[in-house]
């Protein structure tokens, strides 16, 4: 079992800055891949980004150039600095860790989400 912890998130006026973190535990040698996920009110929950411990990334497309997905393979732990946010990146920020194949996700483990909001 795998559990997955986030922490970072909070109020931050828009054009600001974050840094969330996300570390995995325990059977962490079940994992290849770490990524964040988000849910805004009445939305689906999207892709972010995602990293693999061989340093693939992937990056939705909303979000390129302005968020950076990192990993720390040694402290299991991933990071997402996200500069000029605005009020559409309001939503819960999820992690995951997991086995990924290719694009697909074989099996995964979920945190259990902080809140960035972006607000005046």
């Known amino acids: 079992q795998v559990e997955v912890v986030e922490s970072g998130g909070g109020l931050v006026q828009p054009g600001g800055s974050l840094r969330l973190s996300c570390t995995a535990s325990?059977?962490?040698?079940?994992?290849?891949?770490m990524g964040w996920y988000r849910q805004a009110p009445g939305k689906e929950r999207e892709l972010v980004a995602h990293i693999t411990f061989d340093r693939n990334l992937k990056y939705a497309d909303y979000v390129k150039a302005r968020f950076t997905i990192s990993l720390d393979i040694a402290l299991n732990t991933v990071y997402l600095q996200m500069n000029s946010l605005n009020a559409q990146d309001t939503a819960v920020y999820y992690c995951?860790?997991?086995?990924?194949?290719?694009?697909?996700?074989?099996?995964?483990?979920w945190g259990q989400g902080t809140q960035v909001t972006v607000s005046s």
């Open positions: 325990g059977s962490t040698f079940g994992i290849n891949a």
């Open positions: 995951k860790a997991g086995w990924l194949a290719g694009q697909h996700w074989e099996y995964d483990y």
